[in-house]
């Protein structure tokens, strides 16, 4: 007897064992990079916007998908990328955001109160270690192009920003 094609919130529970690279204790659908999920006749299609459009981890990303559905019995792997609208960390879940602090990272924050590459310097980003709120930029980019390096005045501790976009 066939099996009966998955619903999209199976795969995506299927999707959410797939970690980021770059930071481990968020997964893909906690990061928001996955738009969609749809069962086919013979397997599943899978949308994804990455972070950024040269994202290094994007392949890597790809592969842990097609190997997470097949390793639950779906088929042919679809992974289709689009690119509009662009990803937004409007997009990362509430849960992405804690794990991110509690990793160390500070999570964006609700709806930039300053989302210009020019004007990061002033904006107060909260230190995941100690939430002071006194931190100072001390690199636009951090361990990724898609953080930005801070300093903690509190407790001198260096952090990354998950950057707005």
Wanted: proline share 7%.
């Amino acid at each position: 007897m066939k099996r009966a094609p998955p619903s999209r919130d199976e795969l995506f529970a299927i999707l959410e064992t797939v970690m980021d690279p770059e930071v481990p204790v968020l997964s893909i659908v906690d990061l928001g990079i996955v738009r969609d999920a749809s069962a086919t006749d013979d397997g599943a299609v899978v949308t994804i916007t990455p972070t950024y459009s040269g994202c290094p981890a994007m392949r890597e990303i790809e592969s842990e998908i097609r190997r997470a559905l097949e390793e639950q019995g779906i088929g042919s792997v679809e992974i289709k990328t689009t690119y509009s609208p662009a990803w937004t960390t409007d997009w990362m879940s509430e849960a992405g955001k804690q794990k991110l602090k509690d990793y160390g990272i500070a999570p964006p924050t609700p709806k930039q109160q300053v989302c210009n590459e020019k004007l990061f310097a002033e904006e107060a980003i909260q230190c995941p270690h100690c939430n002071s709120w006194h931190t100072h930029r001390v690199s636009e980019f951090g361990s990724t192009a898609c953080k930005a390096l801070y300093v903690c005045d509190e407790c001198t501790e260096p952090f990354d920003y998950f950057k707005c976009h």
